[in-house]
């Protein structure tokens, strides 16, 4: 099946860096991937959708100065947290559909990233 | 903008009993996806439910969609304490963008 591989599965920053989380599909290509981030037992709120080769579309709210995301080809999506802070601690997990497969297939998710800000 | 609702929002039930998840959203959507969220993972697919009346089965979980009410159930028979977990549905936007919108998400807590 669809397989979309997710890394680092955890991190830990100081405030004030960089941290870049990799999402890559595997054995399909990924025209869309989405990128949600989710806080200790709520749910996934979408924060951007990335398309191969044009600019990410963010969803109100999202800062995307701080959250830069380039979907340079079509396997791999990035998500880089600049100048990150604590609030920026949570769980970050990317998708991807693939509508070639047939509708019956939906979605795919990557393992996630536990992202902590010290 | 479409809005989905999950009910209950904690679940705690006894091995054996039977119980239903609800999901409602707002606006018309053709595609609607039940996910299985463990403690600190990732989502794993449950169902994918494309149309009215669609009613899909794995083990002790049966999924239906009623897409006239915008409702979709999940039924869960003779519980166990493996299905302890959170579950979302999520409701797929439709058109150019495909988004995903997620339910609030049920935490279900199976006691022996």
């Known amino acids: 099946g669809a397989v979309v591989s997710q890394h680092p599965s955890w991190v830990i920053c100081k405030s004030g860096t960089s941290v870049k989380i990799e999402c890559r599909s595997l054995?399909?290509?990924?025209?869309?991937m989405f990128w949600y981030r989710q806080f200790p037992k709520q749910s996934l709120m979408l924060m951007a959708t990335?398309?191969?080769?044009?600019?990410?579309?963010?969803e109100q709210g999202v800062e995307k100065d701080k959250f830069l995301i380039n979907h340079a080809s079509l396997t791999l999506s990035t998500l880089t947290v600049t100048s990150a802070h604590p609030e920026d601690s949570s769980f970050y997990i990317c998708?991807?559909?693939?509508?070639?497969?047939?509708?019956?297939?939906?979605?795919?998710f990557g393992s996630g990233t536990r992202l902590t800000v010290v | 903008e479409l809005k989905v609702e999950q009910n209950p929002l904690f679940l705690s039930m006894q091995e054996g009993k039977n119980y239903t998840i609800y999901c409602n959203y707002s606006?018309?959507?053709?595609?609607l996806y039940w996910y299985r969220q463990d403690p600190g993972k990732s989502l794993e697919s449950l169902f994918v439910?494309?149309?009215?009346?669609a009613v899909k089965q794995e083990g002790r979980l049966m999924a239906s969609l009623d897409t006239k009410a915008r409702l979709s159930t999940l039924h869960i028979t003779a519980a166990v304490h493996d299905l302890s977990a959170t579950y979302f549905c999520?409701?797929?936007?439709?058109?150019?963008?495909?988004?995903?919108?997620f339910g609030t998400g049920t935490l279900l807590a199976v006691q022996p």
């Open positions: 439910l494309l149309s009215n009346g």
């Open positions: 990335s398309n191969e080769g044009s600019k990410a579309t963010y």
């Open positions: 998708s991807a559909d693939y509508p070639q497969l047939g509708a019956n297939y939906g979605y795919t």
């Open positions: 606006t018309t959507s053709d595609r």
């Open positions: 999520a409701v797929d936007e439709g058109g150019a963008t495909n988004k995903l919108i």
């Open positions: 054995d399909f290509q990924a025209t869309t």
